[in-house]
């Protein structure tokens, strides 16, 4: 029996779909390409800042830029005044070109090459640091104005992370921050968690307040606190998640391929994107006591937040055409144009399960429905951008189109490269002109 995991019911992706767009964009891109939604990027970042305003706490929101490298979401944080986090020189220059302000730059990342320091510093950007040297080198710098920096705490429950200071060193960076007078400005904590659990969040937080507490009596700001990101995004229905969980097994892949339930993204989470914030911030750390919220607004602390893949959430797809079909014993081998690079899940050991929706040249064809895995075009036997056997409602052909939904966090282009001299997929930024939808290239 073939498992279907369909994308949560999306109308304006379907108006889009409907409306003969994508397929004229194929034919005039010449080949496979993601189309992106910045409407939907600021309808996530206004939902997370609903969050701190329901919850009566001072809060900012930087948007970590590595989720997708397209141009069109760093414009909306230009346009509402959002932050953004970068952790490398191209991310801080693309940042600024695109109009954030350099105060409104996090600048994240393990030791972090000199040239960033520098030119972060002198733009007046809030540095997360990671290690004793490099806040050495930091200080050493003469960036002609005191540098704004964040602590990172190594995360006492994830003891296999390789980020942030320990009880020890952070001591000793408070010790030399307070030792530097003016030419550092110390505005508080940091951290990042792996996993998309509210508590262990809400209990660190509460950690880092105390910590801006006792920080302030040596004299430092200390008045901030980043929770970094991890808000989970919730791409299918629960029923539909549990029965796959609990029924997947090789009979359901190409060539017999194994998958460890537990190396899936979490593709259904009932409390996901600016709920989870909400959650948070209502959470108790330490599991008693005021809530976060509330000792947020006690100690006077800012909470920052830098979400990547939520403020992403149905913030764009990718489109590959079906370059051929071939049958095999009880199911067929779909090939599109495109590879599997631009679908990064596919290199973790893992898959990206919402089910690539089938567009035809023309909607409502009738047939037989067609199980097929999604191969891409390169000389890899490895190169699947769907291991799965979907069940299409009929038999793709040359021509039709796949639409990978809700691509935009992570799965777009961090893997991409023009293997066999394949070029990259362009991205197209899709608005609405009244109701017509109207595109664009990012640049
Ligand atoms: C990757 C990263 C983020 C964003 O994580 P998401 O899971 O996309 O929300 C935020 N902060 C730091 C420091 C990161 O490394």
Redesign the pocket.
Known sequence: MALTLPAHPDPLADRIHDSGLLHELAHGLGGPFHYLLPERFDGNLAAFRAALADAEVEGRV?Y?K??NKASAFVERCAAAGAGV?V?SLGELRDALGHGVRGEDLVV??PAKHEQLLRVAARQGALI?VDALDELQRLLDLDAGRPARVLL?RYPPAQPRSR?GLDDAHLHEALRRCAAAGDAVRMEGF?F?LSG?AVQPRADLAGELVELCLEARSSGLSADRI?I?????VDYVAADAWDTFLTAQGPGHYHGGKAFAAGDFYPYHSPVAGAEALRAILAARPGGTGPSLAERLRQAGVTLLL???????DRAGSSVFPVQGVKDRAGYGIVTVDGTSLSLSEQWFNSEYLPDPVLLGERTGRAGQPYRACVGGASCLDSDLLTWRKIAFPARPRVGDLLVYPNTA??QMDSNESPFHELPLPPKVVIDHHGDRPRWRLDR
Do not use: N, V, W
Request: glycine share 20%; charged share 15%.
């Open positions: 930087y970590a590595k989720a986090d952790a994240t990342g997360a990172r980020f940091a990042h998309y980043s970094g990101g991890g808000f989970p830098e979400p990547g893949r939520a403020l992403l966090g992570y």
